[in-house]
Structure formats: C-alpha cells, structure tokens
C-alpha cells in the first residue's frame, strides 16, 4: 500500500479527522494529503506553516532540554478544531500534520498517528 | 545530503509508490469533479520543477510547466487558440486576463475523454522562467471554477504567533530548573495546584495527567501567557495557557517517554 492509501486509510479509520497530510516539516511542504473534501493547497500549506512554527527545529530545540527528550507531538485548538502535529520518531522531519474535531479521542488519535507515520517510514 | 537533494529523493520515493505506468506514461482518471479538476490537482501536487505533458489516446497534447505547485506556462499542440507560438506565460502575479484561456485550453483537452496519459519529465534549470507562476487556487478563481467546498482556514487561538514566538525566547531565558528556581526565576514561579492543571489539561488531554512538576515559567517575552507542565505515566506535557487562567489552551506540546 502506497502513503496515499495509507494515509486515506488512516484518516476514514477516524471520523473526526478532517484533514490529514503527511509533511516535510523542515521545508514546509505538504507530501501527501486527505481530506474529506477538496480543499486549496493554501490551506494545507497554511497547516503545515502553522505546524512548522510549533514543532520546527528552532522550537523543538530550544524545548528538548525542557522536557529531557525530543517533543513528538502538538495540539493547537483553532475554532472547532485540533491542529495535531505528530513528528516520526524515526525521520525528524517528517510529521503528520491533521486537524480534528474537537471532541476527537486525543489519547486515541495520538497513538494511532504514531503507529502511522512508523508504518510509513517502514523500509520496504 | 543537501536538503534540495533529500528531499528530490523522499519525493521520488514516494512517487514511484503511487504510479501506474504505461510506455513511461501514466493513465489519469477523473475523480468525482472531473478530469479537469484532476489535471489541476496534477499542477497542484507538483512541487518540483516539472513539465506535464497530458495526452488523448488519439494524440492530441497540452504540455504544462509546473514548479512549486504553480503553473509556470503552458503549451498546447496543435495549436489553435493558444498564443503566437502555441505558448501561454510564462505567467506572472499580473495574469489574470490569461488564465481562462490556460483552463480553456485544459478543458477542451479533456473534453470527450474518459481518461488522459500523463508524462513528466523534470524542467532544466534553463528552461525555467524568472516568475512565480500562479496557483490552482488562482486559476479556480479567475474561471469561477468551484474546486474546493471549504475555503476558510481554522484560525488558532487570538495571540497565538506571538505567543509561540515568545515562547522559544522565554525558554531560552529561563534554564528549566524546577526543583530549584533562583533569583528571578523564583520570583516568576508560577504553582499552579493539580486540581487546576487538570481542568487546563483536561480539555483536550491527556486523560488521567496528573500534576507534577511544573517546567517552565512566564517571562517578559510570553507575559500574556503562562507555560506550564506535568508528567504522565507515559509523556511529559506542557501547554501554554493565557495568564488569566481562563480555562483556554493556546498549544499542547507532549514528548513521549519513548522520543516519539
């Protein structure tokens, strides 16, 4: 399975996930995205802009010695919304990058978001 | 590896996944919006520099000039409503005038078609033009093509750029040393007690954080907002929440024990 249909995958196995795209952080790009309905490129970049701020190397540096180890994840409430951001573990700068409904199970979507982005980044 | 060439390879990577190939072309079926909605979203997942050549199973082509997920000029063959040399653009920010023609020209491409092969080769470095080029986005507008059904980004919390953007610099101020805060540090110590860290954290996770140690304090950079923390069996959390405590959460960070 390609990381589309994974990801188109992973985004239906949740319905309060709107929006999930799988992104370069360190660039600001958005790789691949689904969505529940089309949306403009503007407005995954601007995710994926937001997600840099909160999660980028300048941030996750200067947090890392805070926490005592790498900070892997961010929720951002916008309006009726989460913007979660889930780094991979074992790319840096690669995350997931979704927007939620706010009465997503955050618990639930966390680890689900994690086991996603490690099966992405599985060889092969 | 440089970041252009890491990331040329993740995308190419990532590309070969997805394709289906025919003679080195692929086949592009329309979605639910069509075939002209689905060559748009060609334009609009390009990110690198590219030439899209769409083609009819009876030969007709249009050729596009992508990069940064903007459309950089087009080329129709043959050429009948196009430019002087069958070539619109390239284009820059003052194009609104061509842009029905460019959709036109893509329209009648895919007109009668149940399908389109796709062929992309990468733009030399000298073929590029010296503009941006213009946006799907740009495109949709300027036709009154309805491409998106939502069109309004969610906005984040009131003062949240400046918020984060302070927070990097109080972090950098303030060594976190919470067991023992000296001098000005100590001063600015805000205890929050678990019950009221609970109904911070609480609104949108983790379930079941307790309070533990606080890490981090407000400073002059983030004065409307407090940083503040809490370990869990599992992750250490913070948020950053305004001063007034009202209840709200501007961000959720949480590092996870494995470095997730």
Redesign the interface.
């Known amino acids: 399975m390609?990381?589309?249909d994974q990801l188109n995958a992973f985004r239906q196995a949740i319905p309060a996930c709107r929006v999930a795209t799988f992104a370069?952080l360190?660039?600001g790009?958005v790789?691949?995205a689904s969505t529940d309905?089309?949306?403009?490129?503007?407005?995954l970049d601007?995710?994926c802009e937001?997600a840099k701020?909160?999660l980028g190397k300048?941030?996750s540096n200067?947090?890392h010695?805070?926490?005592?180890?790498?900070?892997?994840?961010?929720?951002?409430?916008?309006?009726?919304?989460?913007?979660v951001v889930?780094?991979s573990?074992t790319e840096p700068d690669e995350a997931l990058v979704c927007?939620c409904a706010?009465g997503v199970d955050?618990?639930l979507f966390?680890s689900r978001a994690?086991e996603e982005l490690a099966a992405i980044d599985a060889p092969g | 590896m440089t970041?252009d060439r890491r990331?040329r390879d993740?995308?190419a990577k990532?590309a070969a996944?997805?394709e289906t190939v025919e003679d080195g072309r692929r086949r592009l079926s329309p979605g639910a919006?069509g075939l002209l909605?689905a060559m748009l979203a060609e334009i609009?997942e390009t990110?690198l520099g590219r030439r899209i050549t769409f083609e009819t199973d009876g030969g007709r082509r249009l050729s596009v000039e992508v990069a940064n997920?903007r459309l950089l000029r087009m080329s129709e063959a043959p050429d009948e409503n196009a430019g002087p040399e069958g070539l619109l653009g390239p284009l820059g920010p003052d194009t609104d005038g061509v842009l029905p023609a460019v959709v036109a020209a893509m329209r009648r491409l895919g007109e009668g078609q149940d399908s389109l092969l796709v062929a992309t080769v990468p733009l030399d470095a000298a073929s590029k033009p010296d503009v941006l080029g213009r946006?799907?986005?740009a495109l949709?507008r300027a036709t009154g093509i309805d491409?998106?059904?939502?069109?309004a980004?969610?906005?984040?919390?009131g003062g949240?750029?400046a918020s984060?953007?302070g927070?990097?610099v109080a972090?950098?101020r303030f060594?976190?040393s919470p067991s023992a805060p000296t001098g000005v540090q100590a001063g600015r110590l805000e205890a929050l007690d678990e019950d009221g860290l609970r109904q911070i954290l609480g609104?949108?996770?983790?379930?079941g954080a307790r309070a533990g140690r606080f890490?981090?304090l407000s400073g002059d950079a983030v004065s409307d907002a407090l940083f503040v923390?809490c370990e869990t069996e599992d992750a250490?959390v913070?948020a950053l929440v305004p001063a007034t405590r009202s209840g709200?959460?501007?961000?959720?960070?949480?590092?996870?024990?494995?470095?997730?």
């Open positions: 390609g990381v589309a370069d360190s660039s790009l790789l691949f309905r089309r949306l403009p490129q503007e407005r601007a995710l937001r701020g909160v300048n941030l200067a947090l010695p805070v926490f005592g180890a790498p900070v892997g994840q961010v929720v951002l409430p916008a309006g009726d919304s989460l913007l889930v780094r573990a927007e706010a955050l618990q966390l994690a | 970041e990331l993740k995308l990532l996944e997805a919006a909605a609009d990110v997920r946006s799907v986005a949709a491409l998106y059904s939502d069109t980004p969610a906005e984040a919390s949240f750029s984060v953007s927070l990097a972090v950098r060594a976190p609104q949108i996770g983790p379930k890490i981090l923390g250490t913070a709200e959460v501007i961000a959720l960070w949480r590092a996870t024990r494995d470095g997730g």
